[in-house]
């Protein structure tokens, strides 16, 4: 299938993420099963699955948080499988976590320095966070906890950005939120986008990803089930691939594109 018309995925050069058969267990639960994807610079990469599908222990994975029990992590072609987080971080895989994990009693620019923690140089600084966010500055003082969900979710964003990530990871920025403040925080993307990252994000609002994404890749029990654009996937596809419906064995797009081994 011809994807050239994919945001960035041109089919030449270098992915900046390949994750290539990986399997991830808690315990005794397979939650990814020899999952495969690449990811190319400039994209919007959308995972998209159920509760439980498996997107954030990939996103986790991917980050260093969780580890792969087969399968590697590959970051512009270089295997970082056994980079512990930080040295993930400093290589410029940085995660928005689920449920945003700001620290409640520190200030919003307090939160905003442990971000800066492992940073890379780059665009990036609190003060750009500021310029880019305007609200923001006015409320550097006030306590995490503070804040409304929606900005509490923008400061989660600033805390990733100003550690200039090359691949940002991002974990259901709408979970918990309102649909308009939603499609706020998703209207930050192409001002994030601008600088330069590439962004992995994961959502179960299917919708709302298919706005944003370049590329997506539906899950099923941590099995790819559907893969495409957005254009190039239909309502009834996405919904049988999200929903594990009959007939979606019949993958469309690239399954496994990243087991070329
Ligand atoms: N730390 C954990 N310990 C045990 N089981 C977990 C843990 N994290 C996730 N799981 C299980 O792994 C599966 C995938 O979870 P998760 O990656 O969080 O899915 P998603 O983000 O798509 O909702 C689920 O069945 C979940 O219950
Ligand atoms: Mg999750």
Not at 22 to 38: E, P
Not at 197 to 214: G, H, K, M, N
């Amino acid at each position: 299938m011809n994807e050239s018309t994919g945001g960035g995925r041109a089919g030449n050069g270098t992915p900046i993420l390949e994750v290539r058969d990986l399997s991830v267990y808690h315990g005794q639960l397979r939650a990814l099963d020899a999952l495969s994807l690449r990811v190319y610079p400039g994209e919007v990469y959308a995972i998209i699955g159920a509760n439980g599908a498996g997107k954030s222990t990939l996103l986790r994975t991917i980050a260093g948080l969780h580890h792969p029990q087969s399968g590697s992590v590959l970051f512009e072609g270089t295997d970082v499988t056994g980079l512990r987080p930080e040295r993930r971080a400093r290589q410029g895989i940085v995660m928005v976590p689920e449920g945003r994990r700001l620290f409640g009693s520190l200030s919003v620019e307090e939160n905003l320095k442990v971000g800066a923690t492992y940073a890379r140089s780059g665009p990036w600084t609190i003060e750009r966070v500021y310029e880019t966010f305007d609200w923001m500055r006015d409320r550097r003082n006030q306590r995490a906890q503070q804040l409304s969900g929606g900005e509490q979710q923008t400061v989660a964003i600033g805390r990733a950005l100003v550690a200039n990530p090359r691949l940002l990871l991002l974990d259901e920025l709408s979970l918990g939120l309102a649909p308009l403040i939603v499609q706020r925080i998703y209207g930050m993307l192409p001002q994030i986008l601008e600088t330069g990252l590439t962004v992995l994000l994961v959502e179960q609002d299917v919708s709302q990803a298919l706005r944003v994404a370049t590329h997506i890749h539906c899950l099923l029990e941590g099995r790819t089930t559907l893969e495409g654009t957005p254009a190039g996937v239909s309502a009834e596809q996405v919904e049988a691939a999200y929903f594990g419906l009959a007939g979606t064995a019949a993958v469309n797009g690239h399954p496994g594109e990243g087991s070329v081994s």
